[in-house]
C-alpha cells in the first residue's frame, strides 16, 4: 500500500515488497548507518514509522522526525492524543485504510502539515528532548539510590566511554 506513493524505504526486510513493486514510484534504499538516515531526514516531506508506540510515549522516530522539521506520520496512542494533537491528522491506527488517509492527508496540504509539525515542535521542545530524559533519567536514579546516589558513577579509573562525574555535570547543566 505504502508502494503505491513515491516513498523511499529505508531499512532491511523489504526485498518481498521490493519485488511486488517495481513498477510502481517507492524506492528500497535498503539498511542505512544512523547518520545518514538522521541527515537525510529532514529532506523529506513525511516519515512514516510503522513501529508500533508504546502507550505512554512516542517511537524515537517520532521525535527524530519533529526535530528534523519532517511530518512524522505514526501510529496514535494516548501519549499522542495528548501532547501531539496537532498530528492526530497524520496518525493512524493499525490498518491499511488508516494509514493511508494519513499519508493522503499529508499529501494533500504539505504547507498544512509541515506547519502543525513546526508549531508541534516548538509546544513540546524541551520538555521532551533527549536532554530532559537524561536529567528525569539521572533524577529517578538519584531518588532510588538516596544518601548513595555518588555510588550510581563508577570508580576511578573511568573505562573508555563512561562519562566522568565532571562530564556527567556538564552535561545536565
Known sequence: ??????????GGG????????????????GPLPFDAERAGLGSYLGAVSLNPNAEFSMHDRVFFSLGAGT???FDANQFSRWHLPLLSRFSFAQDPDSLRA???????????AQAATAATFAEIYP????RRSVEDICEI?????????EKLLPAEPFPAGVWTPQQLAKAVA
Request: net charge negative; proline share 6%.
Open 71 to 73: 511530518v512524522p506520520i
Open 127 to 130: 520538555r521532551f528532548s533527549m
Open 141 to 149: 536514579l538519584t531518588q532510588l539510590a538516596g544518601a548513595g546516589a
Open 1 to 10: 500500500m505504502l508502494a503505491d506513493y513515491p516513498v523511499d524505504f529505508v
Open 14 to 29: 523489504w526485498s518481498e515488497l521490493a519485488e511486488t513493486t517495481m513498477a510502481k514510484s517507492a524506492r528500497f534504499l
Open 102 to 112: 494519513a499519508v493522503e492527508t499529508v499529501l494533500a496540504d504539505p504547507a498544512a
